[in-house]
Structure formats: structure tokens, C-alpha cells
């Protein structure tokens, strides 16, 4: 299963644009559960469509879910890196971590 190694550098500014569907945690831990259960579940996919103009032409790829994924989080020096393992495709996750961080997240590795 692929590992995707994500980094935020500044924890509190990693909020997506719209508060209903960003990160709310600030703890590693928290941060880690909530990246977690947008990855297991289709609860924060079906918010975000439901918000859109157009539900039913958003992509139903997009609402992929694992189940078996795992996020681990980790404070180190003054930013967060969470190690998601996940069989989610890669555009897919980006997707998730836009919706919760915004731009304030970097992925630094796949493997």
C-alpha cells in the first residue's frame, strides 16, 4: 500500500478555504484523525458535494474511500508531518488535503 509522506509547516494555517470542511484540530494526533476519516469514510467527499452548484456532475472518483487507511501525525521542530497509508489514488488525496489544509500542506514523498 502506498505511503504518502505530507508535511505542514505551519499547523495553524493549514485550513482549507471553507471552515465546514477544513482541519479543526491542531494536535498532530488530531490532525492525523481527521486527514484519517476523510480517507475511511465519504462523510467530508458528500459534504463538499452537496455544496457544489452542480452535485451530480462532480467526478464519483473523487469519492473513493479505504477503509484499511491509516494516518499517522508527528511534531517535528515547529511543523507536523503525517505518513497517510493508503490505496487511495494520489489525485484523490490531494483533493481531501485541499479541502482540509488549503495550500498550507506539502507532499514530500510517495512510496
Known amino acids: ?9 505551519d499547523p495553524a494555517q493549514a485550513r482549507g478555504p471553507e471552515p465546514a470542511f477544513s482541519f479543526s484540530e491542531s494536535s498532530a494526533e488530531g490532525l492525523a484523525q481527521q486527514l484519517q476519516d ?7 467527499f458528500s459534504r463538499w458535494r ?7 456532475e462532480v467526478d464519483p ?21 503525517l505518513v497517510a497509508e493508503t490505496s487511495i489514488p494520489g489525485e ?8 482540509l489544509a488549503g495550500s498550507g500542506w506539502q507532499l514530500r514523498d510517495v512510496r
Do not use: C, N, S
Not at 38 to 44: M, Q
Not at 92 to 99: D, E, F, I, P, Q
Open 92 to 99: 484523490v488525496l490531494k483533493h481531501r488535503l485541499r479541502l
Open 50 to 56: 452537496a455544496a457544489q452548484d452542480e452535485p451530480d
Open 1 to 9: 500500500m502506498p505511503r504518502f509522506y505530507i508535511a505542514l509547516p
Open 38 to 44: 476523510a480517507l475511511r469514510t465519504d462523510g467530508l
Open 61 to 81: 472518483a473523487l469519492g473513493a474511500v479505504d477503509p484499511a487507511a491509516r494516518v499517522t501525525g508527528q511534531v517535528d521542530d515547529l511543523h507536523i508531518d
